[in-house]
């Protein structure tokens, strides 16, 4: 267990709908990610918050956005959902947003399914 | 921009025996981060190894050690003794030490098979 928890472990909607994931990061962390995992796409980061600012983007479509609340946990909304957007959705914390021996510890992830 | 790549898509080894991974990065930089991730059947991300690309010496974590070859730009592991549940998906790692984006980079993974 790497103390970062995601809610829901699974969800399956319907293409044009929206959803939000949640993310808790491990007891003093203050740096959020978020990364997509698909079958064509592989591993891929999506957004980067430390302590509730918005630090870094990847490939994140602009139907998607997050945010990082006071009490450091992230939500990341997808919006007019399509059907490539059925993918894994890993969420992993840090201690600082910098570089240095900073390791991320991930999720167990949320699996999203758009039918 | 930095890119890693496994050119084994799949890897089988005995139980007991020895494998080794294969990862090769790209990169400008001079100083940066490489790890090996563990994804097993549970989908979990599990950190295995971590390496300082300012350290020679090659790190070990019990049963898993690494190659560094920072010239070559070569990061391979090496599992010894496998064990059944090391069975899963490796991926090979790549994060900047400075900057302000400090994403990790994935190489596309390799699926090992350990047979009993």
């Known amino acids: 267990d790497s103390g970062v928890t995601q809610t829901p472990k699974h969800l399956i909607t319907a293409t044009g709908q929206r959803v939000t994931l949640r993310c808790s990061p491990r007891?003093?962390?203050?740096?959020v990610y978020w990364y997509q995992q698909s079958l064509d796409q592989g591993l891929q980061f999506l957004i980067q918050?430390?302590?509730?600012?918005?630090?870094a983007k990847g490939n994140i479509l602009e139907r998607f956005s997050a945010q990082q609340f006071p009490d450091l946990h992230s939500e990341l909304n997808l919006s007019s959902l399509e059907l490539g957007d059925s993918a894994l959705y890993f969420c992993?914390?840090?201690?600082?947003?910098?570089?240095?021996?900073?390791?991320?510890?991930f999720g167990p992830g949320t699996r999203l399914t758009v039918l | 921009a930095q890119t890693v790549t496994q050119s084994q898509p799949e890897m089988s080894v005995q139980e007991a025996e020895t494998v080794t991974l294969s990862c090769t990065y790209d990169?400008?930089?001079?100083?940066?981060?490489l790890f090996w991730y563990k994804q097993p059947p549970s989908r979990q991300m599990i950190l295995v190894i971590r390496?300082?690309?300012?350290?020679?010496q090659n790190a070990t974590e019990n049963r898993f050690s690494v190659n560094f070859q920072k010239a070559a730009k070569s990061f391979s592991l090496k599992i010894s003794d496998s064990q059944l549940g090391d069975a899963a998906m490796y991926f090979c790692?790549?994060?900047?030490?400075?900057?302000?984006?400090?994403?990790?980079?994935f190489g596309k993974g390799t699926l090992l098979t350990v047979n009993p």
């Open positions: 992993a914390s840090s201690v600082v947003a910098s570089g240095g021996t900073d390791t991320q510890y």
């Open positions: 007891s003093g962390d203050l740096s």
């Open positions: 918050y430390y302590n509730g600012e918005e630090r």
């Open positions: 990169t400008s930089e001079s100083d940066y981060y």
């Open positions: 390496q300082e690309a300012y350290k020679q």
């Open positions: 790692a790549y994060k900047d030490s400075g900057g302000s984006n400090y994403k990790l980079t």
